[in-house]
């Protein structure tokens, strides 16, 4: 438990940013009512609340991406890093004690998103708690790739590539639309990656369809293993140079 003092510290660094913690929960919920007006004017059922709302959960978590992120690359840029080095701290206490204090942001956004859904017509249900467990799994995809980012990255370096990867996860998960309707390269290149996984296993897991959320769940799993590795090694190797 090494690890809860540094994720603390962490923590109170995060809400010194209300700003952005308040646009990672309000921008994802306009969106949401959107593109629910969209779908009052359209001719076929393209952006269905138990469709959307996978969807736009999935897009929130890009946000803990980018908190995680710039956290440890204001700390490389401060040198706070170094000075703390001399820490009993091994490199994985160091990732989780900037993982965890994401993981409270996750939960709330999940449930905003759930009551904000609930009020366009999306039925509250059993599905809805096991939705809840895929999506901390998600969540934790996400951090991942913020604390590869940051472990890599300057925290201004971050905040450049965060554009293109909000951008590269939105249109490659299929949040807006599936991806059968486009196919060919664009799919292959969606499903080798695990957003357009993370958004499956979200849907499936909404609608009940727990057979069908296997798959997509073990993709996602592995992808978050492989990128908590990366991270917890590239941290290593930071903490010895």
């Not at 994401?102 to 759930?114: D, E, G, M, S, T």
């Not at 971050?158 to 664009?186: E, H, Y």
Request: charged share 10%.
């Amino acid at each position: 438990m090494k690890y809860l003092a540094f994720a603390s510290r962490n923590h109170k660094e995060i809400l010194r940013d209300p700003l952005t913690l308040l646009l990672g929960m309000g921008l994802p919920i306009i969106m949401m009512y959107l593109f629910s007006i969209m779908q009052k004017n359209m001719p076929f059922d393209l952006y269905s609340i138990e469709s959307l709302t996978p969807g736009v959960i999935v897009f929130s978590f890009s946000f803990i991406t980018l908190f995680s992120g710039m956290l440890i690359g204001k700390d490389k840029s401060s040198s706070f890093l170094m000075r703390i080095f001399a820490s009993p701290l091994s490199a994985s206490d160091y990732i989780v004690g900037y993982a965890f204090p994401l993981l409270p942001i996750a939960i709330l956004q999940i449930v905003v998103c759930f009551i904000s859904a609930s009020f366009l017509g999306l039925s509250i249900n059993v599905n809805i708690l096991v939705a809840i467990i895929v999506l901390m799994i998600i969540a934790m995809l996400y951090i991942g790739f913020g604390l590869l980012l940051g472990t890599y990255f300057t925290d201004k370096q971050v905040g450049g590539i965060f554009a293109i990867f909000v951008n590269l996860t939105t249109w490659l998960s299929g949040t807006w639309f599936k991806l059968d309707m486009i196919g060919g390269a664009f799919k292959t290149i969606g499903y080798a990656l695990p957003f357009a996984h993370a958004v499956d296993a979200t849907r499936f897991a909404l609608s009940g369809e727990y057979g069908e959320l296997i798959i997509p769940l073990l993709w996602v799993v592995g992808y978050t293993i492989l990128i908590f590795v990366v991270a917890v090694t590239g941290f290593k190797r930071k903490m010895k140079s």
